[in-house]
């Protein structure tokens, strides 16, 4: 993540991005947690590359190590969101806001592969259906486990509950740092990029919005 400049939360700017669906590379392997084939060897070959030599005492077992590493930090290319949200959702009388805040979340950054983390809050108005609540971070979660950028990680949650849940509306923040920022320059420590997107309801109704941001707000212990 690069172009974003470091904001406070943002109360009238919408992302307009287009959704990206997130079936890109996804390999067949027996589960989620199988480590692809010559990964181990790869990791070896970039230790070398850099310099290391992979036999030496101390990074024999690294490539195993990372081959693992990487294999969890991008599980989410194995998980199905379909078949996740499918079965959890329930007809309700309900029509107030229901969210979902400070849900934490590990992502890789798709241009430096360095982690990028935070909170991602979760703001929908219910239209006679619900998803169970444990759901959401687990929604958070299959989209976060892969190679992202923020702004599309934002769009690909919240254009999940438009599709699945058909919502009066649907808001996503997500706020966190980026290791590419923070590792490769200077002052940029503290930097929170934060992004959102909005949809219906929240897109359309500054009240509903803002009384999303606020609910956000009171509870976001990544703010300063
Ligand atoms: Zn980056």
Redesign the pocket.
């Known amino acids: 993540?690069?172009r974003k400049s470091p904001t406070n939360l943002p109360s009238s700017r919408h992302s307009s991005t287009k959704q990206v669906k997130g079936k890109v590379g996804r390999v067949a392997r027996a589960s989620a947690n199988e480590t692809p084939a010559n990964l181990e060897a790869i990791v070896a070959q970039l230790l070398k590359v850099l310099g290391e030599d992979p036999k030496r005492n101390g990074l024999e077992e690294t490539p195993k190590r990372v081959a693992k590493a990487l294999t969890f930090f991008t599980k989410g290319y194995q998980e199905d969101v379909d078949a996740l949200v499918n079965d959890a959702l329930f007809p309700i009388e309900y029509d107030e806001m229901v969210i979902v805040r400070n849900i934490d979340f590990f992502s890789l950054?798709e241009?430096?592969l360095?982690p990028?983390f935070g909170k991602c809050h979760v703001g929908y108005i219910p239209d006679k259906r619900v998803v169970g609540l444990s759901k959401i971070p687990r929604i958070v979660e299959v989209f976060s486990r892969r190679l992202q950028v923020q702004e599309r990680l934002t769009v690909q949650i919240a254009e999940t509950l438009q599709a699945k849940l058909k919502p009066i509306g649907v808001g996503v923040v997500i706020e966190a740092r980026?290791l590419?920022m923070m590792m490769r320059g200077v002052e940029k420590q503290n930097t929170l990029a934060v992004t959102s997107h909005m949809l219906g309801a929240f897109r359309k109704q500054q009240q509903t919005r803002d009384e999303f941001l606020k609910l956000i707000r009171s509870g976001s212990q990544n703010s300063e």
């Open positions: 993540m690069n950054c241009h430096h360095l990028f980026h590419c």
